[in-house]
């Protein structure tokens, strides 16, 4: 079936064309790390591209590739590379589009370890990084040099929530010849598609909205254009930071929900970012729905809804948020977000912690910040729990 006119809704059910011969309702795994050549001759078809036969699954597989024709048509772009995790795709982007003598300019508020490489591993290969807050874009413009390639943005950020203007940096991108990568983990497809404002690449981490339910890591590149997906793949392929079947398999089955999760997920959030708001104990909250949120109106302008990630602050500092995060018992203390149940962290002791303390703070991510990312559950209970844990905060 066409599924290119088809609404999101649909095309997470539809999309990715498979069709079994057996009958199977269902994508199937296929479970196999080679495939067989019906003859030598084919089997050198395959190798020199005059066939796109099946080789061996680090090169692809039946199974991820449906994965991959599904969110490539989600996020409109020509193709997709499945990646064994999110830091995978990072690193697939950065190995495939850097090279020594290169600069790379990135949100200063991203997921820690997609800065932490550059800083500590990729300048060993001569590779410079600048990290600036991108939702102001004339901080882009300030930190171009000669050498930079790459204008790397997570929008909203981790942990920040702050947000850029895809528009506004992708024209500065091409004025200035960048490649613009954009990390949309925090707002998935259903939410928001960089490329129709002219990105180049899409990463994600399938761990968080895109499988939804906690129980597999994996990740994935979306190229806008033939000649990217090539460089990209052949990247992963060296690499060897490919997807396994069975985690295509979950998420596949995990996407189809996507909407309706994120639909309850993010009515959900804007009821608790509304209670929080007010709370006396509360000294600060950002939430993209809210109109106190420094980007509430470019969010309304490029997203198609605000999403279920809330970060805030503490009158009482990070002790305050200490004791909310002991107390709270619904909502369970662990890093990765964009599940159905409601996770609660704390950045700056962990998903940030490698972060320089200079830097957390430059960009945002104070000791005082409290993560909260909210699931599906039923929105009276959660606000019950967060109230009794900030009842017990003296
Ligand atoms: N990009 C973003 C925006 C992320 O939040 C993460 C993981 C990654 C990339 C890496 O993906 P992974 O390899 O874990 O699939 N973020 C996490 C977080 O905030 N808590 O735990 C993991």
Same mark, same amino acid.
């Given at each position: 079936?066409?599924?290119?006119?088809?609404?999101?809704?649909?095309?997470?059910?539809?999309?990715?064309?498979?069709?079994?011969?057996?009958?199977?309702?269902?994508?199937?795994?296929?479970?196999?790390?080679?495939?067989?050549?019906?003859?030598?001759?084919?089997? @050198?078809?395959?190798?020199?591209?005059?066939?796109?036969?099946?080789?061996?699954?680090?090169?692809?597989?039946?199974?991820?590739?449906?994965?991959?024709?599904?969110?490539?048509?989600?996020?409109?772009?020509?193709?997709?590379?499945?990646?064994?995790?999110?830091?995978?795709?990072?690193?697939?982007?950065?190995?495939?589009?850097?090279?020594?003598?290169?600069?790379?300019?990135?949100?200063?508020?991203?997921?820690?370890?997609?800065?932490?490489?550059?800083?500590?591993?990729?300048?060993?290969?001569?590779?410079?990084?600048?990290?600036?807050?991108?939702?102001?874009?004339?901080?882009?413009?300030?930190?171009?040099?000669?050498?930079?390639?790459?204008?790397?943005?997570?929008?909203?950020?981790?942990?920040?929530?702050?947000?850029?203007?895809?528009?506004?940096?992708?024209?500065?991108?091409?004025?200035?010849?960048?490649?613009?990568?954009?990390?949309?983990?925090?707002?998935?497809?259903?939410?928001?598609?960089?490329?129709?404002?002219?990105?180049?690449?899409?990463?994600?981490?399938?761990?968080?909205?895109?499988?939804?339910?906690?129980?597999?890591?994996?990740?994935?590149?979306?190229?806008?254009?033939?000649?990217?997906?090539?460089?990209?793949?052949?990247?992963?392929?060296?690499?060897?930071?490919?997807?396994?079947?069975?985690? @295509?398999?979950?998420?596949?089955?995990?996407?189809?929900?996507?909407?309706?999760?994120?639909?309850?997920?993010?009515?959900?959030?804007?009821?608790?970012?509304?209670?929080?708001?007010?709370?006396?104990?509360?000294?600060?909250?950002?939430?993209?729905?809210?109109?106190?949120?420094?980007?509430?109106?470019? @969010?309304?302008?490029?997203?198609?809804?605000?999403?279920?990630?809330?970060?805030?602050?503490?009158?009482?500092?990070?002790?305050?948020?200490?004791?909310?995060?002991?107390?709270?018992?619904?909502?369970?203390?662990?890093?990765?977000?964009?599940?159905?149940?409601?996770?609660?962290?704390?950045?700056?002791?962990?998903?940030?912690?490698?972060?320089?303390?200079?830097?957390?703070?430059?960009?945002?991510?104070?000791?005082?910040?409290?993560?909260?990312?909210?699931?599906?559950?039923?929105?009276?209970?959660?606000?019950?729990?967060?109230?009794?844990?900030?009842?017990?905060?003296?």
């Amino acid at each position: 079936m066409d599924t290119k006119n088809l609404g999101f809704n649909s095309k997470l059910i539809h999309a990715g064309g498979y069709k079994d011969k057996q009958g199977s309702v269902n994508v199937p795994i296929f479970q196999s790390s080679t495939f067989q050549f019906e003859s030598a001759e084919e089997g @050198a078809r395959c190798f020199n591209g005059e066939s796109d036969g099946y080789i061996y699954t680090r090169l692809g597989n039946p199974t991820i590739n449906v994965l991959e024709k599904i969110i490539a048509e989600l996020e409109k772009g020509y193709g997709a590379i499945g990646t064994g995790s999110g830091m995978g795709a990072v690193n697939t982007v950065y190995m495939g589009l850097l090279k020594k003598g290169d600069h790379i300019i990135s949100s200063d508020a991203v997921y820690g370890p997609s800065r932490v490489v550059l800083e500590e591993k990729y300048s060993e290969f001569g590779i410079e990084s600048s990290f600036v807050n991108t939702s102001n874009s004339e901080n882009i413009k300030k930190a171009i040099k000669p050498s930079t390639k790459v204008l790397y943005l997570e929008t909203p950020a981790n942990p920040t929530i702050e947000i850029s203007d895809l528009k506004k940096c992708s024209e500065i991108a091409k004025e200035n010849n960048l490649t613009m990568v954009v990390d949309n983990t925090f707002s998935s497809p259903y939410l928001q598609r960089p490329i129709e404002f002219g990105a180049d690449v899409v990463i994600h981490s399938l761990t968080k909205f895109i499988n939804g339910h906690a129980d597999i890591v994996g990740g994935i590149v979306v190229a806008k254009d033939e000649q990217m997906y090539k460089k990209l793949r052949s990247t992963m392929i060296n690499l060897g930071c490919n997807m396994d079947p069975h985690q @295509a398999f979950l998420v596949i089955r995990g996407l189809k929900t996507l909407g309706l999760r994120i639909d309850r997920a993010q009515e959900n959030a804007m009821k608790i970012a509304e209670y929080l708001e007010w709370h006396p104990k509360i000294e600060w909250i950002k939430y993209p729905g809210l109109k106190s949120h420094p980007q509430h109106e470019l @969010a309304k302008k490029q997203m198609n809804g605000f999403g279920s990630m809330i970060s805030f602050g503490l009158k009482g500092g990070f002790e305050a948020g200490k004791t909310l995060m002991n107390n709270v018992k619904m909502a369970m203390l662990a890093v990765s977000l964009g599940g159905v149940e409601s996770l609660i962290e704390h950045p700056a002791s962990m998903t940030h912690s490698k972060v320089s303390q200079a830097d957390k703070i430059k960009a945002g991510i104070t000791d005082g910040l409290v993560r909260y990312s909210v699931g599906i559950e039923d929105v009276d209970d959660l606000i019950s729990d967060l109230r009794q844990a900030l009842d017990k905060i003296k």
